[in-house]
């Protein structure tokens, strides 16, 4: 099965409709989150934190199962990675 895309669990419609998860999601990226287009068009919401339990939260509050990566920095020490591929999620959030 090598080259077969990896389906992920992720509620694609969350930036639809407000709600308090919303908000707080929002503040979250606007804070500490960021978001990548890449040259082909490919879109994504990436999370970084020292503390696990926040990538966790977004990766809930989002009905994602997308995996969260730990990482090490220099001088930093561990923090935690999550990163979710969506175009149609990027697009609802920029507007």
């Known amino acids: 099965m090598d ?5 992920r ?3 694609k419609h969350f930036f639809k409709t407000w709600s308090p998860g919303m908000a707080y999601l929002l503040g979250y990226i606007a ?3 960021a978001i990548t287009i890449g040259k082909r068009g490919n879109c994504y919401l990436e999370i970084e934190s020292v503390d696990a ?3 966790r939260l977004v990766r ?3 009905n994602a199962n997308h995996k969260i990566t730990v990482r090490k920095r220099l001088g930093h020490g561990r923090y935690y990675r999550l ?3 969506s ?3 990027i697009r609802d959030l920029a507007r």
């Open 31 to 33: 804070a500490d989150g």
């Open 60 to 62: 809930s509050l989002l």
């Open 87 to 89: 175009k149609m999620l």
């Open 83 to 85: 990163q979710i591929g």
């Open 3 to 7: 080259g077969m895309p990896i389906h």
């Open 53 to 55: 339990e926040l990538p």
């Open 9 to 11: 669990r992720l509620n």
